[in-house]
């Protein structure tokens, strides 16, 4: 694949990120952990993109290859979400019951963060009719030389245990473990800086 078919992510294109990566987070255990059913979780999940990214990603930035067969949504050193709206997306759409553990999970990602400039990997994706032809790798690639350029660290929580290897082939190393109570769990990975 060609990297000069990764491009960024502009506000005219925002909707198209969004709808790449609910795809790809369609079947994800955490996330369907948080919105069980597809009506919830199709209302709710775009919304927490834009919490995240912001409306137009101006908080975010974002990234897209192959016309958006795999999109990721990163936040640049010093960036950071709406906890706000975050907080109200869990409070409107997440049954009471597992809120509490929603509130643990947001205390043990807030443990694990890092504290240096960092790059912070919110989401990526590819589209399932697109898997396995190394879009998402090519974009991960993409993104962490701007880290390197830049010198400094990158992190994410991996949602699914079966994309740790591929984290761990682009140089994140796990430090630590998210699960609370009968939460699926995340794993925290950093990238140290080069």
Known sequence: MDPLDIRAVGADQADD?????????????????IWPTAAAFLK??????????????????????????AAALWLRPGG???????????GETVAPEQ?????????????????EPHWYLSMIGVDPARQGRGL???????TLALCDAEGVAAYLESSNPKNISLYERHGFEVIGQIQPDDFPGMTPMLRRAR
């Open 99 to 115: 809120q509490a553990v929603m509130a643990k999970v947001g205390e043990l990602m807030d443990r694990y963060h890092p504290h």
């Open 80 to 90: 950071a979400p709406d906890s706000d709206a975050i907080g109200a997306l869990i």
């Open 136 to 142: 998402g790798s090519t974009l991960l690639r993409h």
């Open 44 to 69: 709710a999940y775009p919304r927490l993109l834009m919490a995240i990214g912001g409306a137009d990603l101006e908080r975010g930035a974002g990234f897209a290859a192959a016309d958006f067969g």
């Open 17 to 33: 990120l969004r709808a790449t990566l609910s795809l790809a987070f369609s079947a994800d255990p955490c996330t369907r952990y």
